[in-house]
């Protein structure tokens, strides 16, 4: 596949590629944005390659994923720094500010009390409609695994939103 | 994933709507990727990035050495004629001589009982 091709894939999925990173981030889209950026600047400077050997969109994802994580621990230091000067960090823009639905806004809130692999393995599967076995190689889990995470994770998720909804009623 | 699992799937998708109508444009991001990277972030490996600082600095502590070195070894002074080079000669034979007269008489005294040190029979007849 040369650099082109891949060029128009990712071009195709960049829509799906910023909803990951987007998760991610934990619904920041500020901070998905960013991510994708660097991901992208990843690919051009080839410090991230494409080898063939899975499908593009699980590569893809996985350089996502691993960006997310770096650009996280880069945030999180920056934000200890500022906590120990007593600094105010600046506010980041989560979906629930930015929702209009009530709904929505009530997802973000569930999925940020789930843990991040219950996070992951969820909207990989709902959001981005990949397989068990597809999701579990962007984690880099097991599949077993990523099948326990998923069942608990629906499980967990499910209780949340019922919560969310007996206190609003 | 089972028919049970709709709700969740309804709720994603809506999800995936939302997060659509934000999305920036792939050549805008592309695009924003390359102008801030190049402008701010760098994933040159360490070595590289410090390779200019590195040389300037390297550049300055020569730099200081030399001034330094400099400093401590001054040239000596050139002769102003003929004469004072004599003159200075003098001087300084006559130092040496003065410094010759001071140690002979030093090596000519004797201890009153350096005798005893003489090995016996040794007189030549």
């Known amino acids: 596949m040369d650099s082109r091709e891949i060029l128009s894939q990712l071009e195709a999925l960049h829509a799906d590629a910023f909803g990951w990173a987007v998760s991610c981030c934990g619904g920041d889209w500020h901070r998905g944005e960013d991510v994708l950026q660097v991901a992208y600047l990843r690919i051009v400077r080839g410090a991230a390659r494409f080898d063939g050997r899975s499908a593009l969109k699980t590569w893809w994802f996985g350089v996502i994923r691993l960006t997310a994580f770096e650009e996280g621990r880069r945030v999180r230091r920056w934000f200890a720094f500022l906590d120990r000067w007593g600094a105010e960090p600046e506010e980041t823009g989560t979906e629930c500010e930015h929702e209009d639905s009530a709904e929505l806004a009530a997802l973000g809130t569930a999925l940020r009390e789930l843990s991040e692999r219950q ?24 599949v077993g695994s990523a099948r326990q995470h998923y069942d608990r994770g629906k499980r967990r998720l499910r209780e949340l939103l019922q919560n969310q909804r007996a206190i609003h009623e | 994933m089972s028919e049970p699992d709709d709700d969740l799937k309804a709720l994603y998708a809506r999800q995936r709507a ?25 994933d040159k490996p360490a070595i590289l990035r410090w390779a200019w600082p590195l040389t300037a600095a390297t550049a300055v502590l020569v730099g200081v050495v ?8 001054p040239t000596p002074r050139a002769l102003a004629s003929q004469d004072e080079a004599v003159r200075q000669i003098e001087q300084i034979d006559a130092a040496l001589k003065m410094n010759l007269a001071e140690h002979q008489s030093i090596t000519a005294w004797q201890s009153p009982t350096d005798f005893l040190l003489k090995p016996i029979n040794t007189e030549i007849p």
């Open chain 1, 119 to 142: 996070r992951e393995v969820l909207h990989l599967t709902f959001y981005q409609q990949l397989s068990l076995s597809e999701a579990a190689e962007v984690m880099r889990v097991s």
């Open chain 2, 18 to 42: 939302a997060n659509e109508e934000r999305v920036l444009e792939f050549q805008a991001m592309r695009a924003r990727a390359l102008e801030s990277g190049f402008a701010t972030r760098s």
């Open chain 2, 66 to 73: 030399a001034f330094l070195a400099t400093l401590r070894s």
